[in-house]
């Protein structure tokens, strides 16, 4: 079955830290890049972080950029999304994506479109409240 299932989500006090899980099976991550969005309650899906798996590029938003990692573990076919010095406003869920743009050439001005991703996660809730 194809499918990409996040975890890692939960409640963080501000400041604090948390590493989401992207898992792919059913298909190899070598051939996407792999977007990590968010989305809050009355809010559009915002792009997070995107690593193209084909030359190892990363692109973050500016609201994270800094505080936020994303890296993968070949091995394990998983993409993970290092957060730390959370905020409140990082609340929401998130989700992880495939895009077939798989170069930097490709994700520059694009990476955070939700529209250049095909296949998504079902999302995990990240909450920072103290």
């Known amino acids: 079955q194809v499918q990409l299932v996040e975890s890692g989500g939960g409640l963080v006090q501000p400041g604090g830290s948390l590493t989401l899980s992207c898992a792919a099976s059913?298909?190899?991550?070598?051939?996407?890049?792999i977007g990590w969005f968010r989305q809050a309650p009355g809010k559009e899906r915002e792009g997070v972080s995107c690593l193209s798996t084909s030359d190892e590029s990363t692109f973050y938003a500016d609201s994270v950029k800094g505080r936020f990692t994303i890296s993968r573990d070949n091995a394990k076919n998983t993409v993970y999304l290092q957060m730390s010095s959370l905020k409140p406003e990082d609340t929401a869920v998130y989700y992880c994506a495939t895009s077939r743009n798989n170069h930097a050439s490709r994700l520059v001005g694009k990476w955070a479109r939700a529209s250049e991703y095909d296949f998504w996660g079902q999302g995990t809730q990240v909450t920072v409240s103290s």
């Open positions: 059913g298909f190899s991550l070598d051939y996407y890049a």
